[in-house]
């Protein structure tokens, strides 16, 4: 590996790392600023729709920034949203505004979008350079930030240290964190890609032709089932904990960090064990593991053993996402549209679907709310099968008649 890619990866691992602190950084706190907030469950999850909106619009936006702009720019321009939005967040948390809440989450997952697309397009780039799995390691350097937040937010929370003054502390970091990774990374590669595909299949009509492919529709199905069960966790665990077994807000941010460190370790282990059973086998074990944790945590009576099952849930969820992305970009001629494509619908489950449960919850409660992820996990294990196609089936596959 040359230089230029070494730095390239490193860049993207210290970014992902910065995000998933900043992600792990509000989770904890989601009790205290639903307390501050003064707000039920169901209110918290319309608020948790800032979120999601912003998302949405992050995802839509960065495959046609990089096609214009660059990952470059496009991940600038995330990281810019991301601080500003963790900024609002703060505020609206002091002042207790929950309308001020919803637009810092909705300007945070407006930059976590434009960012994690782009960063996705050039993680499944820097495989194709170098032969070798880099997503896994990718997203683990996100886990691995989920880790150091959660650390912090339980430390935080267990001193009742304001949310307002923890966030913007997590705001500077990240800001530091990402001008470093911003800087490393190669101007145009993105771009350049983009350019490419643009030319032999008419931009974005072109990017959305690649879902007539038959296969690429069934691992979408995959992303988001696995993308779903991670955002799940992301969103409700330690409300889970606190209101489903009645434990404090301290034991939720243990719960959520023991559940962070498990998605961590599974995703820095994926690489040698796809090497070792293939994608398929490490797919379907994968969502088998988290359907077991997620048993535990919805009949479990005792809320030591469901906090023990969401480490299986955690390796479950770990490794899901970005081995379907991996497959997704396995593809001679189309691959940055499709993983463009692919990481976009993973990322509407990841940030969009998950507070929707929050609505269900308020009639049949957090525990019972589960059971939709669970099955979701399910159906990803029985459609593992098609992640073995490979190169050539993907090459040959013949786009699902118009």
Avoid at 73 to 99: E, K, P, R
Wanted: with cysteine; aromatic share 6%.
């Amino acid at each position: 590996m040359d230089a230029v890619t070494r730095r390239w990866r490193a860049a993207l691992f210290l970014f992902m790392l910065a995000a998933g602190t900043g992600m792990a950084s509000w989770v904890p706190r989601t009790p205290a600023v639903r307390d501050g907030l003064d707000v039920s469950t169901g209110a918290m999850g319309l608020v948790l729709f800032g979120l999601s909106t912003g998302s949405m619009a992050g995802v839509t936006a960065s495959g046609p920034l990089v096609r214009r702009y660059g990952g470059r720019v496009t991940i600038s321009a995330g990281a810019t949203l991301v601080v500003a939005g963790l900024l609002v967040v703060a505020a609206g948390t002091s002042l207790s505004l929950a309308g001020g809440v919803a637009c810092g989450l909705a300007l945070f997952g407006g930059g976590m979008g434009l960012a994690e697309v782009a960063f996705n397009i050039e993680g499944a780039a820097i495989e194709s350079v170098i032969g070798r799995p880099v997503l896994p390691v990718l997203h683990g350097c996100f886990s691995l930030g989920t880790v150091f937040g959660a650390l912090l937010g339980m430390a935080m929370t267990a001193a009742e240290f304001p949310v307002g003054w923890h966030l913007t502390a997590v705001a500077a970091l990240i800001a530091a964190g990402a001008v470093r990774a911003v800087l490393s990374i190669p101007h145009g590669t993105g771009k350049e890609a983009a350019s490419d595909n643009s030319s032999r299949q008419g931009g974005l009509r072109g990017q959305l032709r690649v879902w007539r492919d038959r296969r690429l529709i069934l691992i979408g199905v995959i992303v988001l089932a696995m993308a779903f069960a991670e955002g799940a966790a992301n969103d409700w665990l330690p409300l889970l904990m606190v209101d489903g077994y009645h434990v404090s807000a301290t034991a939720g941010s243990v719960t959520f960090l023991a559940f962070a460190s498990s998605m961590t370790l599974g995703r820095f282990a994926g690489g040698p064990l796809l090497a070792r059973f293939g994608r398929v086998q490490v797919v379907r074990i994968s969502a088998v593991t988290a359907a077991l944790g997620l048993v535990v945590v919805i009949v479990s009576p005792s809320p030591l053993m469901a906090g023990a099952a969401t480490v299986l849930w955690g390796l479950g969820a770990s490794l899901g996402f970005p081995v379907t992305l991996s497959a997704a970009g396995d593809h001679p001629h189309d691959a940055a549209a499709r993983v463009g494509a692919v990481a976009t619908a993973g990322y509407v489950a990841f940030l969009v679907g998950p507070p929707a449960l929050g609505l269900l919850a308020d009639h049949v409660g957090l525990r019972l709310t589960m059971t939709v992820v669970l099955a979701l996990l399910i159906v990803a294990s029985s459609l593992a099968g098609v992640l073995d196609s490979g190169r050539r089936a993907d090459a040959e596959a013949k786009p699902v008649s118009a």
